[in-house]
Each structure stands twice: as C-alpha cells, then as structure tokens.
C-alpha cells in the first residue's frame, strides 16, 4: 500500500474504526484511481446481506421493537416494552430489536419468555454494545444500511419506544418509505404519547403548516400507551394484509389504514409481504 494510502490514525478516545466509517470517510489524499479499496469492500457488504436473508427468510411474521438503549430495567417504559414483547410473541409475532440492553432487552426477553422468536441484529459501534441475553438469534452486523434493511424487510410493523438519534432515525425512514409507497399497510406505532407530543406538535405547527408535508402524512402514525393497543393494531392490519394478498387490491398509497373492526385475538397463520 502506498504511503498516501495509510488509514488514518481513530479519533482521540477510540481505539479503532468500525466498517461504516471506513466505508463513508475519505480522506482528501485518497483520489481514485489509486485507492481502489471501496470496490473490493462490495463482497463484505453483500456477504453481510446475505446472511441476514439467509437467517430472517423463515422467521415467520414479525414486528421491529426500538428504543433507547439508555433505558434503565426499574424504568416503566422498560416494563412496557417486556409487555408488549409478550404480548406479540403470544399473537404470533417474532420480535426483532437491535440486540441491545434498555428497550431492545426488555421487548426481547417479553418475548422469548413467552415462547416467542427473539431476534437480535446487532451492530459494531466505537464502544462495545453487546448482545442482550433474551436474544435466541442472534445477527451480527458491520454496516447500518444492511442492519436496517433487516429491520424493514422482515417486520410487518413498527412499534418505537422513546429513543434517541438512532430511533429517530428509524421513524423517519420508515416514514419515508410508506410516503413514498415503497412499502405498504405497515403500521408505525409511536409508544408514549408524552415523550413523542413535542415532536408530533412540531410536525403539525411547522412541518405541515409550511407544506413541506400533507395532513394525511401525519396519519401514517398510531400513538398509544398501551401496549394491548399496541399489539391490536398489527394484528388488525396484518390480518386485513392477508386478506387483500387473497383477492383484493390495496388502495395504492403506502402507508396503514387504521382498523375499522373491533380486536380479534386470533394469531396470524402465514406471513405475507408489504414490498420492501
């Protein structure tokens, strides 16, 4: 390698960089076509996405679980989230989180002691994460774009506790693709309607009021605190998924269409896609 070409030193306080700052940052003396390292990283990435196919291609209908990881056990909204990953996995639904401690840990354990699938897709960070001990698969990824396709790919639904930037970013994305139908019938549930008021506030009074986006934009999400409420919600639309999957056509916009029937505990009985 040439001398221009030495990786450079971490940033103070770290002890090595992880694959998504290799990939993203380029240093100015690294002009192509001299540095051809990017090309060969491909094989990685995809050898990272095939593992997550090839481990999540037959888990069964699931919902993605996030929130902070900050999340202490004694919190209520730990306890919360243990519920709902009960909840879930007694319905019928794996739960997939980011393998983490806080509300990934609590929605894990909910589910897996209640019999349930508990999947954890774990990602390299500057400090070490580690995988939660309620997880019974585990995945273990370089790169956030590949960690995030799994969220998306194999859930049927979101449910998103109160977070931090990681959690914000994955609201807004999965927002991003049901405005833009790239995925459809997905329901976004935001958990605790007094952390995430501030936010929808914001939405409503400055986003929305400057037409950046449409009133109906802003329908593409359930608040509830409820983790029954929570659980109604995607069996209700997952169950009017199946039934348009056998015969009737979807209205051809992204997004979720709040239920119209009263709760039906019955769990689902074969997975169904919503595009992605």
Same mark, same amino acid.
């Given at each position: =390698? &040439? ?23 380029? %240093? %100015? /003396?690294?002009? %192509? ?11 990685? *990435? =995809? ?15 699931? $919902? ?17 989230? /243990?519920?709902? !990953? ?7 639904? @794996?739960? #997939?989180?980011? !393998?983490?401690? !806080?509300? =990934? ?9 209640? !019999? ?24 273990n ?5 590949? &960690?995030?396709?799994?969220? +998306? ?6 449910? *998103?506790?109160?977070g @931090?930037? @990681? ?14 139908g ?6 976004? #549930? ?8 501030? +936010?929808?506030?914001w ?9 950046k986006?449409? %009133?109906?934009?802003?329908? +593409?999400?359930v $608040? ?32 979720? &269409? ?19």
């Amino acid at each position: =390698m &040439r001398e221009t070409e030495r990786e450079p030193e971490p940033a103070p306080g770290r002890e090595r960089w992880t694959e998504d700052e290799r990939l993203l940052t380029r %240093p %100015p /003396e690294r002009v %192509p076509p001299d540095y051809v390292e990017d090309a060969w990283r491909i094989f990685r *990435i =995809m050898g990272e996405f095939v593992e997550g196919f090839d481990t999540l291609a037959r888990l069964g209908p699931a $919902v993605s679980v996030f929130g902070s990881a900050r999340t202490p056990r004694d919190d209520p909204m730990y306890a919360a989230a /243990e519920e709902t !990953g009960r909840r879930l996995a007694e319905a019928g639904f @794996g739960v #997939i989180t980011g !393998g983490g401690p !806080g509300i =990934m840990e609590a929605a894990n354990k909910g589910a897996l002691e209640a !019999g349930g699938e508990s999947v954890g897709c774990n990602i390299e960070l500057p400090f070490e994460q580690g995988m939660n001990p309620y997880v019974k698969t585990a995945i273990n990824f370089h790169y956030f774009f590949v &960690r995030k396709t799994m969220f +998306l790919k194999y859930a049927e639904a979101f449910i *998103i506790f109160p977070g @931090g930037f @990681g959690t914000m970013d994955e609201l807004f994305e999965a927002l991003t693709l049901i405005q833009t139908g790239k995925v459809r019938n997905f329901p976004v #549930i935001l958990f605790g309607r007094r952390y995430w008021q501030g +936010l929808l506030d914001w939405l409503r009074r400055t986003m929305m009021a400057e037409g950046k986006i449409d %009133p109906e934009d802003l329908d +593409l999400v359930v $608040v509830t605190d409820s983790p029954e409420e929570a659980v109604r919600v995607v069996v209700e639309c997952y169950q009017r998924q199946l039934a348009e999957a056998a015969g009737t056509a979807g209205d051809g916009r992204g997004g979720f &269409r709040a239920p119209a029937r009263p709760h039906v505990r019955a769990a689902p009985q074969a997975q169904a896609t919503h595009g992605t």
